[in-house]
């Protein structure tokens, strides 16, 4: 016997959890950020409280991811991680991860250190479903091999997907700064984040 609370997707909302005990003498047991039974989670006190203050929730992050990729999968994605790869069906794949643990904005959230920073952004998730059409417009070996695609190969995926030659070039742009990113951690190094300042002060 307890209470279940549902659209838990803002700061209030969740301080209302962890008093709600105290008003109606019933415990939460399930919470969800949407209205959908698969967006229903176990609720735990203390993880709320970590995401209240902007401290993430690392521990249902990773239940969340877990259950959102197969193991061996996993493993295969973990393996090219390493190896500083990053192709687009890798992101293809990163993509439906991520629409399976639910909504972006509350993902997100659980990432510590990002709570705060998003508490006033409105995530635009329709921008996700633009980018993942022009994944979709590139052939299997574009996907595959993301160096073939030149001038001409870009145009015919911009027209494909509907959008702009600059939004194709913003996408190849970040699968590029992504795998670097990668190849750094595959060395054991902290990854240089874009925009980040380098030792000498300047961008």
Known sequence: DGVVLTKLDGDAR???????????????????????????????????????????D????????????????QAAMEARMRAGQFTFDDFLAAQKML????????????????GNQLKDVDIDERQLARVE??????????????????GSRRRRIA???????QDVNKLLSARKQMEKM?????????????GQLTKTGRR
């Open 133 to 150: 059409a022009i994944v979709l417009s590139m052939t299997p070996k574009e996907r595959g091999m993301p160096h073939l695609i030149d």
């Open 14 to 56: 969740g301080g209302a959890a962890l008093s709600v005990k105290a008003v109606t003498g019933k415990p939460v047991k399930l919470v969800s950020v949407g209205e959908k039974l698969d967006q229903l989670e176990y609720f735990y006190p203390d993880r709320m409280a970590s995401r209240i203050l902007g401290m993430g």
């Open 58 to 73: 690392v521990l249902t992050l990773i239940e969340k991811a877990e259950a959102a990729v197969e193991e061996d999968e």
């Open 182 to 194: 990668m190849k750094q951690m595959g060395k054991g190094k902290m990854p240089t984040l874009p």
């Open 99 to 114: 629409k399976k643990m639910g909504p972006l904005q509350g993902v997100l959230k659980m990432i510590p250190g990002l």
């Open 159 to 165: 027209e494909g997907s509907g959008q702009t030659i």
